[in-house]
């Protein structure tokens, strides 16, 4: 039922706006069979089982090389399908799902007998969220099974905003990768406590504190999050040095590292001069995040020893942002 592919992953390239209905039923047979499928949504490309399958499950951590303590998202396609993992459902749970999902909001709930052990990572929780990707959302629909998808990347990488991330990081470990462009928003989704009468956040993401009425400064539960994806391994980390510059300040440290004779990337609003490779230029926060995996990725296949990163003010989806950054930079 979960066994591993024979050669290199099949490669299922579709329209993100209206994708094709062969290929997702052709994807999410898989899935039901007890494959593993790579598909874009529209935070970053999800690895999927089926969560139900707790070999399937397996598998996606030992592709990965993920913590087995490290509990999966489960992704449906509707907020029906929340009452079919959760224990009971709380009032604060169903309101953020009307008002977020579909959408980068990760519920966390008690979770319904049944779900097998690896999927949740021990924990009597459950993560749950409704992907906003037309391709996602398609795909969920057809596989009829709620579906365990952490980042479709080897543990501890950049996460892929790009079904070449993909490829390069698992291509020989699963078996189909459903193409549909890139990312739109490029960083992972917010992890929140649902279970009590205000949410906890117990991972930054896409969607603010602001967003979800939070007071600035509100310490959530912190980066050590036990009930949360994401949050107690290394993770984001490129195969260079990652440094933080100021805003305002990124060309001149890296024209500073170029001149002591570092091959150094920049991601900033400007360029800076010499032999600084520019990765990636950004407006605003929104942009940097759609940037910022990609733009390691780059620097890795161009060689880089160091990439400068300059930052932003970590409000709104830039606090977000700087986590990822902070991350990545503690390597």
């Known amino acids: 039922m979960s066994s591993p592919p024979t050669g290199g992953a099949r490669l299922l390239r579709v329209d993100p706006l209206s994708p094709d209905r062969a290929a997702i039923s052709e994807a999410a ?38 913590p087995a303590d490290n509990p999966l998202i489960v992704h449906v396609a509707g907020v029906d399908d929340l009452g079919r993992l959760a224990a009971a459902l709380p009032p604060l749970a169903i309101e953020l799902a009307t008002r977020f999902w579909p959408g980068p909001l990760t519920l966390v709930v008690d979770a319904a007998p049944g779900i097998p ?104 539960a912190g980066e050590d999050a036990a009930g949360s994806p994401g949050t107690r391994h290394r993770h984001y980390a490129p195969r260079c040095a990652v440094e933080i510059a100021p805003p305002g300040g990124g060309p001149a440290r890296a024209d500073a590292l170029a001149r002591v004779g570092r091959k150094v990337g920049l991601v900033a609003p400007v360029p800076a001069g010499g032999d600084v490779l520019h990765l990636a230029a950004y407006a605003d926060a929104r942009e940097l995040a759609t940037a910022l995996y990609g733009a390691l990725r780059s620097a890795e296949e161009a060689g880089m020893d160091v990439v400068v990163i300059e930052s932003v003010e970590p409000v709104g989806l830039g606090r977000a942002v700087m986590d990822r950054i902070r991350r990545a930079a503690a390597g």
């Open 29 to 66: 047979a898989v899935l039901r069979s007890g494959g593993l499928v790579a598909f874009p949504t529209e935070t970053v490309y999800g690895l999927g089982a089926r969560a139900d399958d707790a070999a399937a499950v397996t598998r996606v951590f030992a592709a990965k090389g993920r």
């Open 117 to 220: 052990e690896v999927t949740v990572g021990g924990l009597s929780t459950v993560a749950v969220r409704v992907p906003a990707h037309p391709v996602a959302l398609a795909l969920l629909a057809a596989a009829g099974v709620p579906v365990a998808a952490p980042s479709a990347n080897r543990s501890g990488r950049p996460s892929p905003t790009a079904a070449a991330h993909v490829i390069a990081d698992l291509g020989d470990r699963i078996d189909v990768v459903v193409d549909g462009g890139p990312c739109r928003v490029g960083v992972e989704s917010t992890v929140v406590d649902a279970r009590a009468a205000v949410p906890v956040v117990l991972r930054e993401g896409a969607v603010s504190r602001e967003q979800l009425g939070l007071p600035d400064g509100d310490p959530g």
